[in-house]
């Protein structure tokens, strides 16, 4: 599943940059990318374990900056979900 997040309070570039490599360490994330310029966060990831991935794509980003959020963002415009 391929899922898009617009990141909040992303500071610095190489701190994206820590984020995507971290990321794409998880078992079961086929690809990510981080890009400060666009605040966007892109994975694809396994269907079958997505939510608990992102547990984990959320604990890793933590680690490299603390105040980053994600919201759930589909098609043209902000889906009302939580930030995580």
Known sequence: MKKKFKMVDLDCANCAAKME???KKIDGVNDATVSFMMQKLT???DDARFDEIMQEVVAVCKKVERIARFS???GKG???ERLL
């Open 21 to 23: 490599d971290a990321i």
């Open 43 to 45: 994975i694809d990831a």
């Open 72 to 74: 759930c963002k589909t």
């Open 78 to 80: 902000m889906k009302g």
